[in-house]
């Protein structure tokens, strides 16, 4: 480390420059937020107008790239790099984004009371819901006029009082002339040759603890979009869903489908982890100066700021290395450092998300600041740190899913506490941990089939549990001290690393 560097000014700034992995921790102002924002390859698949449907599982980046779109400059820089690469994307000056759904901010119904109204209705009256909040949405974006529609609109917009019971009544009254109202900027939108944008987010958090309810509206939405997407060419909707509501929830019959067979899925692969960590160092100008030392090779995007150029996990290897150390122990046996961390925030499935691998790298500096024990290396962060970090970020990874999509692990989690189970292991102590009394008092927070079988089976299709080709069952290292679950072996911790 040269003397020119200070390791506790670096380490402190990891941990800001990582903002924990949420997006809503991220800079509020746009430049420094797109200095941080990198596009991936998945991303440019959104632009395309035929895909109407944006898959993605927690902490993937959804709700960063849905910021970058409502941003015109970060849609400039989408479009320019997508042009860089040959896609036949529409220029901006042809396109509008708008947001159809989000649950911060107060343009929309709340969760809540879309969740009330949905209880005792059906699909189609759904449909009529998500009808009359895509007019709203057109008409204050003066896409549309607003004195064509009903009244009720006009008094909901004023009052900003949300009563879809009228709504409703008074969108399927007048169904006829508002589709006339949309086909009309449809022929608009096809005579100047534009292209209207309207993208869904947040959808999981309309009624995340009862999944009948939130099957009804997401069924509506989506239902909605099939029936009319082949009506509408230039107006064209980018649904984000999580992956689990895709697969179970949102998507039955043929119509459904096609939209389904050209959708865009938000995965990641792990030289894009490392090109999205070092993005956020290099465009910090003391984190730019210390990684120049071995001439990373970058490139200058405008907005976006600096980009690493490697194309490959080999290619992070020196700054990983000047990080981290090379491997995660004195000797290789240990194992390298740049695969180590991929490998081990990867799900189920295979897949590995931004937030957790985020997470990692702020944990880690905070264990090294608080046991300095890479002091006398030359890189940054000791290995025990980064193990250390790695149990923080199961424990992060396991309680927000419970607190956000699945309030219902709250309860599983607290049966393996105290079994002192080591994985792999077989079905039985796992049926019988599932095998759960799901009272009247936890109201809604269920999972969507609370038989023992059923919901292990849907625990490895989320990738939480996997099953082997034993049968038996294993826990990757990311959700393996979130609930309480042992493993043999590894990387010795460091001491007192996690808060039980």
Request: proline residues 6%.
């Amino acid at each position: 480390m040269s003397k020119n560097f200070d390791k506790v000014r670096l380490l402190e700034k990891l941990k800001r420059l990582c903002g924990q992995g949420l997006a809503e921790n991220e800079p509020e102002e746009e430049a420094p937020f797109l200095k941080n924002f990198l596009p991936i390859q998945a991303h440019f698949r959104m632009l395309d107008p035929d895909v109407r449907l944006v898959i993605g599982d927690k902490g993937a980046g959804k709700t960063h790239l849905f910021r970058a779109l409502e941003i015109a400059g970060g849609r400039q820089a989408l479009l320019e790099l997508a042009a860089k690469k040959g896609l036949p994307i529409p220029p901006l000056e042809k396109t509008k984004w708008l947001v159809g759904y989000q649950t911060s901010g107060i343009n929309f119904p709340p969760a809540g009371v879309i969740d009330e109204f949905a209880r005792h209705k059906d699909p189609p009256e759904l449909q009529n819901i998500w009808l009359a909040i895509l007019l709203q949405v057109l008409a204050h974006a003066e896409e549309i006029e607003k004195n064509a529609l009903p009244d009720i609109f006009h008094r909901t917009t004023i009052s900003r009082i949300w009563d879809l019971e009228a709504i409703n009544q008074q969108t399927s009254k007048n169904l006829s002339s508002l589709f006339a109202i949309l086909d009309g900027l449809e022929i608009s939108l096809q005579k100047h040759e534009r292209f209207a944008f309207v993208a869904y987010d947040e959808l999981d958090r309309l009624s995340p603890g009862d999944w009948d309810t939130l099957t009804k509206i997401l069924r509506g939405l989506v239902q909605f979009w099939a029936a009319y997407g082949r009506r509408w060419r230039r107006l064209r909707p980018k649904l984000f869903l999580r992956r689990d509501l895709y697969q179970r929830a949102a998507l039955f019959g043929p119509d459904i489908a096609k939209i389904a067979a050209n959708r865009a899925e938000l995965l990641w692969q792990s030289h894009e982890l490392y090109a999205m960590l070092f993005k956020r160092l290099l465009n910090d100008d003391e984190f730019h100066e210390y990684l120049n030392r071995y001439a990373m090779l970058y490139q200058e995007e405008g907005v976006l700021g600096r980009i690493p150029q490697a194309t490959e996990e080999n290619g992070y290897n020196v700054p990983v290395t000047m990080l981290f150390g090379k491997y995660m122990g004195p000797s290789p046996t240990k194992g390298l450092t740049l695969r180590w961390i991929p490998n081990h925030i990867k799900d189920g499935h295979g897949r590995i998300y931004p937030r957790p691998f985020l997470r990692m790298v702020e944990e880690a500096a905070e264990l090294e600041l608080r046991d300095n024990r890479a002091r006398t290396q030359e890189q940054l962060i000791h290995h025990t740190a980064l193990r250390g970090a790695l149990d923080r970020v199961s424990e992060f990874r396991v309680l927000e899913l419970a607190q956000e999509e699945f309030p219902w692990l709250a309860k599983i989690r607290k049966r393996f506490e105290g079994m002192n189970l080591h994985v792999p292991a077989e079905r039985k102590p796992f049926l019988r941990a599932l095998n759960i009394k799901w009272d009247k008092e936890d109201g809604y927070a269920r999972p969507p089939d609370d038989n023992p079988e059923a919901l292990l089976d849907y625990l490895v299709e989320l990738g939480i549990f996997t099953l082997r080709s034993d049968g038996r069952i294993d826990v990757g290292d990311l959700y393996l001290r979130g609930f309480h679950l042992k493993r043999k072996g590894g990387v010795r911790r460091p001491r007192e690393s996690v808060q039980s």
